[in-house]
């Protein structure tokens, strides 16, 4: 018996496409206006981590899209608390990457005006601006980008708001990770493409 796990387990990893270690983790958002995928960089180890420790823990299926404003971002997460920016809990060292700009799509972390650029890793958001908002480059840590749903993004900063930004309807969050390999991965940003078999 034990000979005929130790071979299943051999026969599974030969295929790269079962592995574990081939699965790639995907930012799942999910909101009441749809669904937003989002790829969570290797280059923000920390980021990346971090936000997939606090999806898994259920932590922002209680908050909302807190700030939208169209031409810049759709930010969600805790709101704009002393304890968001000061909790140890909830603070990351920056990780700034050269390649890793705010580009249309770009996800990056919220903070204050820290000297330090410390990130608040409960909050995130979106750039909604289609030519990037790249003077936030440096000062701010892009962790992720969109795949899919920019069009949900684009809605979302649409919708009526408050002097503060805030939608007057709140905007829902349920943020999760899905673990997809390249095939499903392929079959996500193209749905109407027949997969291509050997």
């Not at 790829?39 to 700030?67: C, M, V």
């Not at 890793?121 to 701010?140: E, K, P, W």
Request: aromatic share 8%; net charge negative.
């Amino acid at each position: 018996m034990k000979n005929f796990l130790v071979s299943l387990i051999l026969v599974i990893c030969l295929f790269p496409k079962v592995c574990a270690q081939d699965l790639v983790p995907i930012g799942k958002i999910q909101t009441n206006k749809g669904t937003v995928y989002i790829k969570l960089h290797d280059e923000t180890p920390q980021h990346k981590k971090s936000f997939i420790a606090l999806a898994e823990a259920g932590y922002w299926d209680s908050l909302t899209f807190n700030r939208v404003i169209p031409g810049f971002v759709a930010q969600g997460g805790c709101p704009d608390t002393k304890e968001g920016f000061t909790d140890p809990e909830y603070l990351l060292e920056p990780e700034f990457h050269p390649s890793l700009t705010h580009i249309y799509g770009a996800v990056g972390a919220g903070r204050d005006d820290n000297p330090g650029k410390v990130s608040a890793r409960c909050q995130f958001y979106i750039v909604q601006n289609s030519d990037g908002l790249h003077r936030l480059d440096g000062d701010y840590t892009v962790f992720g980008q969109v795949i899919k749903g920019m069009d949900i993004i684009d809605g979302i900063v649409a919708v009526e708001r408050d002097a503060a930004d805030e939608p007057v309807e709140a905007i829902q969050l349920n943020v999760s990770v899905v673990y997809l390999n390249m095939e499903e991965l392929d079959t996500l940003l193209n749905p109407n493409q027949k997969l291509q078999r050997p």
